[in-house]
């Protein structure tokens, strides 16, 4: 793979909820980008004279168009994800990559575990598409922790992933629910001890912040995986 300079622009842009947007890069000049889904670029930008880098996971899987997506959350004062909140169709960006080996294992295991948390689902939402766009024969599971119900971020492909996969078990879960919610709620720890005891030949992937990865790491180890078992990308 190529890990050298690259150049994108913004095909589309939109808002997922008020602090997340989901973006459409294609490439410029036809040049082709080749990534394993769950990788991700390295952004680099100018700022007040400073070169600045700043990881960002590929949300989607390769497809044939020569796109990618990012999914960025804006932190209040956050340098480089205020400078991307503020794109319009049409900007660029340089970037460098693709880096990472939070990546689908091939062929998938007899068990695919997916744990995320606000937009550590993006590189989770690649490997799922990638997973999807051939016949397997695995289980999935993907438990999805969020604040409230409008977090969910890509809930409608989920939810329409679940309808029509019946080995694909889509859990979000609310760490502040409304009182309407109906669904799971509390943090992702306690749905993976809830639904992932005992499976025979799984894998899991992790991804988010480091406290509730080392919280979910802790959780499998506990219930007697091993560490081998385990993949995950840590966002701070
Ligand atoms: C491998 C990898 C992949 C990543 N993928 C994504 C992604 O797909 N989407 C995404 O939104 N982010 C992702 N991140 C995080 C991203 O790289 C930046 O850290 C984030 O956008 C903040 O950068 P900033 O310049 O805006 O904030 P800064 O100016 O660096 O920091 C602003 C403030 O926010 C705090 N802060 C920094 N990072 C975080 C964080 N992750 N969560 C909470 N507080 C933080 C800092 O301590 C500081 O107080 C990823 C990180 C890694 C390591």
Same mark, same amino acid.
């Given at each position: 793979m190529n890990h050298s300079r690259h150049e994108a622009f913004l095909r589309n842009v939109w808002y997922t909820n008020e602090r997340t947007k989901h973006f459409q890069f294609q490439m410029s000049n036809g040049h082709r980008f080749e990534f394993r889904p769950g990788q991700f670029i390295s952004l680099d930008i100018e700022l007040d004279g400073r070169k600045i880098r700043r990881p960002y996971s %590929? +949300?989607?899987? &390769? *497809?044939a168009d020569n796109g990618f997506d990012l999914c960025l959350n804006m932190l209040p004062e956050g340098r480089v994800s205020s400078w991307l909140f503020n794109l319009k169709p049409g900007d660029k960006i340089a970037f460098s990559g693709p880096f990472g080996f939070f990546s689908l294992r091939?062929?998938? !295991? &007899?068990v695919s575990a997916f744990i995320a948390t606000g937009t550590g689902i993006a590189p989770i939402r690649a490997m799922l598409q990638h997973l999807y766009s051939r016949p397997h024969s695995s289980e999935v599971w993907l438990i999805f922790g969020v604040r409230?119900?409008? !977090? %969910?971020?890509?809930r409608q492909e989920f939810e329409r992933m679940a309808e029509q996969y019946p080995d694909f078990h889509f859990v979000p879960t609310l760490? *502040? &629910?409304?009182?309407g919610w109906t669904g799971h709620t509390g943090y992702v720890q306690r749905h993976v001890v809830r639904y992932l +005891?005992? @499976? @025979?030949g799984l894998h899991a992937y992790i991804c988010g912040l480091r406290k509730m990865i080392d919280d979910v790491a802790h959780e499998f180890r506990a219930m007697?995986? !091993? *560490? @081998?078992a385990l993949s995950y990308e840590k966002y701070d």
């Open positions: %590929i +949300a989607s899987a &390769p *497809r091939e062929p998938p !295991d &007899p409230t119900e409008n !977090d %969910i971020l890509y760490s *502040r &629910p409304s009182p +005891a005992g @499976k @025979k007697g995986y !091993d *560490r @081998k």
